[in-house]
């Protein structure tokens, strides 16, 4: 906070022992390993936001002046890499006086604590303190490089992965269980990899060269899908998509600013055919 406020450590510790005073409760919660915002601070930044969002949208509604300030996104770590920051840099040039800071991460992080705008999530939300626009769904798909099937021949059912080789990214959510739709009986493998990484692209990489049937989201496969270099197997056993989601915090008033990142961003990723639902 110091770093971002360009003051010195003291000084913002002595301003957040005036607010807590102030407020007359512990705002932070102080351990000898780290700080963390205690229920009654997360609700006080929470309407410190809004009383901030309601003043700059007065400012903008009397003035029409451009949109400017800091906005702070986060996004899973390839589907960013790909998708998110063309989106981003393509904002930058329509507003001069915004600045972004995008955080890509494979973990969720917490929008309130993190001070984060908005966020990027595959998948169901954890929490109900988000809200959620819909831009398009993924799908976990099996696939493998066509001279791993020639060599091996090519799964059918769930069982069948018993005698192949598989490789797996403990980074994308994924265990060594693997679950497919269908009876519970017969739709869940225990999967012995022959290989392990902690980011999909060294799977993906692996996978291509022939090494195993890996599992990967069907927007970090489309590519090699189209290309021919991986195929798509078990397209019948493959789990319920996914849903892909622009969320920001419940209960507040959107900043300008963040609304129209919100709108610019729903429409050019639903333009994706790599989260269009498949028919």
């Known amino acids: 906070a110091a770093r971002q406020l360009r003051r010195s450590r003291p000084a913002v510790t002595r301003a957040l022992a005036a607010l807590e005073e102030r407020a007359g409760v512990r705002l932070i919660a102080r351990t000898t390993r780290q700080l963390m915002a205690t229920e009654a601070g997360r609700e006080l930044a929470a309407s410190a936001r809004n009383i901030l969002a309601e003043y700059e949208a007065s400012l903008s509604g009397v003035t029409a002046a451009p949109m400017r300030g800091l906005i702070r996104i986060t996004a899973p770590t390839a589907f960013g890499r790909r998708h998110v920051t063309p989106v981003v840099a393509e904002f930058l040039d329509l507003h001069p006086e915004i600045q972004i800071e995008l955080v890509l991460a494979d973990r969720n992080l917490d929008l309130i604590e993190e001070g984060l705008h908005l966020a990027v999530r595959i998948g169901p939300l954890p929490s109900s303190r988000l809200v959620a626009r819909k831009v398009g769904e993924v799908r976990r798909v099996l696939v493998a490089a066509p001279v791993y099937l020639e060599r091996r021949g090519t799964p059918q059912r769930p069982a069948d992965l018993a005698g192949h080789d598989t490789i797996v990214s403990i980074a994308a959510g994924q265990s060594l269980v693997w679950r497919f739709a269908g009876d519970a009986r017969n739709a869940t493998v225990q999967v012995a990899p022959r290989l392990i990484v902690n980011e999909i692209e060294s799977v993906l ?26 195929v798509r197997v078990m397209r019948e056993w493959e789990p319920p998509a996914s849903p892909v989601q622009l969320v920001v915090p419940s209960g507040q008033h959107l900043q300008p600013k963040v609304r129209a990142f919100l709108d610019f961003a729903a429409g050019r990723l639903q333009q994706l055919p790599v989260i269009k639902p498949e028919h």
């Open 205 to 230: 990489i692996a996978t291509r060269s022939g090494r195993g049937l890996a599992r990967a989201l069907s927007y970090q496969v489309a590519p090699d899908l189209d290309a021919g270099t991986l």
